[in-house]
């Protein structure tokens, strides 16, 4: 289709029938996977909340997402408290390790952070975010909110196939690490799609969790058990690291886009770089254009290169590096680097000299009938994050130090010891006359503002269903913001559900284009929208990763 427009015959691989958008009155969770969304609506049918269901989703996905997230990560999250009628956000993100230094892994012949082993991975900030959310919202015991994940890692979870495939990926990786291999290499291979899969000794840490909260996971049991490990492994982390962890409760991010608020986490979560795209495309006539025409293509790939160039140049943790924030997030800033874009010819900006690695993360969103909804990441960075599995613990640990840190002095995000490094993870939440309207995200590195920025745009600009917004096929630009492998060229991936025209016209403008399969995009949307005037809550959620969406 030559304009571009949002419609697709079977021959251009359409191959997954859309599913239907779910509605409900009382409460609304999507998930990436059936079992946790299930798991959630059965707080909310219990009469719990959405903050309850949020923390019996987040556990359950731990378990049945473990590539994903789990104890190990770290979470952001934007929530709006329907009793205060606010709009808040936590970062859940952890430091690196007392020891850990740019000096000490040059001297031993590192030119770039590892990616996997006990030297990539930061303190896990999770737990505390999950804990501070439960103390200031949730209406049920923490035990019982953390029970069924525990029946789950218990007793085991039928393995689908697409986290077979994931487990199988990463094989080689978890096979360097003894513990790993005893707990995802059973038998000595990845579980099969339809195998039963269980984690005991994840489960026992789980019910230490249930029972003693963020307190054991820090301060006592757990944390005693991963310091030693890691001493065990050569690894740099004293007790006081974990003991010093705190989630951190602020006033997320804002700005409007063509009249509605969105809500951003802030530093160190790149979600800054949302809203500078949807500044830089708020000046452009979208909605004359066709949501799939090479047009408006072309101004969203431009406006991420800028967006995230500014992120390369400037970005850190905010604790020890001052950097002009508000400035980048600023409408004037904006028009500055609007008016760069030539609307002819591709180009590429300073300051954006590095690729994304892969990223492993799970998204999902809850609300209520109430008006109570959650925005919510957590994530163990890379897939299997360092494929190191904490001894005993049966807890897979993060590489965010890997993935996120730079070796080179210079650089925004040097290691330091006690310091966050930027991440990728990022939930949004968008306002309308200062109610909540919807809630979205979706995992995927550097890619997550991309299609953040394309599902809103597709809604606003071109009044897309939610799941029409979903389906959409998808597109992302490299290279991102990892420090890894410098030099990569500049490459468009897209879906080949675009139309062929629209791919060939790219080319013409300048772009290298690469073309992937029809559902291959990648990412895990997850989005609700609170539709104030009928009372109603709407759902939709990506069929990617055979993801849910459930109404009550």
Known sequence: MDDGSWGLSATEGNSIMQRPEAFGLRGMVTSAHPAAAFIGLSVLQRGGNAFDAAIAVAAAEGVVLPMKCGLGGDAFVVLHDAKKREVVAYNGSGVAAAGATAEYYTSRGHQQMPLDGVHAVSVPGAVSVYEAIWKRYCTMPWAELWAPAIQLAEHGVAITDYISRRFADRADKLAKFAWSAKQFLPNGRAPAAGERWSAPDLARSLRIVAQGGAEAFYRGEIAEKLVAFFKSEGGLFELDDFAQQQAVVYAPLSNDYRGLTVYETAPPSQGFVLLEQLNIIEGFDLKSLGPFSAERMHLLIEAKK??????????????????????????????????????????????????????????????????????????????FGSCVVGGETGITLNNRAGRGFSLDPAHPNVIAPGRRTMHTLNAYLICRNGEPWLVGGTPGGDQQTQWSTQVISGIIDHSMSLQDAVDAPRWFSFPGTDPANLGSKPVVKIEQRVPKATRDALAGLGHVVEMIGPWSGGGAVQLIELDRERGVLRGASDPRPGGMALGL
């Open 306 to 383: 800028l967006a995230f160039a500014d992120r390369n140049r400037y970005a850190s943790d905010p604790a020890f590096v001052n950097w002009p924030l508000q400035q980048l997030i600023s409408k004037a800033h904006a028009a500055k680097r609007r008016a760069i874009i030539d609307p002819l010819r591709a180009q590429w900006p300073a300051g954006a000299v590095v690729p994304e690695h892969d990223g492993d993360t799970s998204y999902f969103a809850v609300a209520d009938g109430d008006g109570n909804a959650l925005s919510f990441i957590h994530s163990l960075s890379n897939s």
